[in-house]
């Protein structure tokens, strides 16, 4: 069984920084994508940042310059570098992974979620 685990969530002000993190453990072949989705309340999930390999990124409009994703492969983890906070990034961060496992069956799965709260 897969599992993701999202930490480094929490309360800060307008301007601040936050540092979340992801690691993934159990039967892991390997690790196509890894990224970052959000969602406040009332509001549908969204992606902030994904990776779908070593060498490329992808960021939602809303957060470039502010944000950077990285991955360690040899941890099976990602990150994500919360800089510029602003109320409007209030929202649970959610972990995703296209992880490989038994047979070469690739799936997707979601960690639990990270409370962000940003106060102006």
């Known amino acids: 069984q897969v599992q993701l685990v999202e930490s480094g969530g929490g309360l800060v002000q307008a301007g601040g920084s936050l540092r979340l993190s992801c690691a993934a453990s159990?039967?892991?072949?390997?690790?196509?994508?890894m990224g970052w989705y959000r969602q406040a309340p009332g509001k549908q999930r969204e992606l902030v940042a994904n990776?779908?390999?070593?060498?490329?990124?992808i960021y939602a409009d809303s957060v470039k310059g502010r944000f950077t994703i990285s991955r360690d492969n040899a941890k099976n983890a990602v990150y994500l570098q919360m800089n510029s906070l602003e109320p409007e990034d209030t929202a649970v961060y959610y972990c995703n992974a296209l992880i490989v496992g038994r047979l070469g069956l690739t799936s997707s799965y979601w960690g639990r979620g990270t409370q962000v709260t940003v106060s102006s």
């Open positions: 990776a779908p390999n070593a060498d490329s990124t």
């Open positions: 159990g039967f892991i072949f390997s690790i196509n994508a």
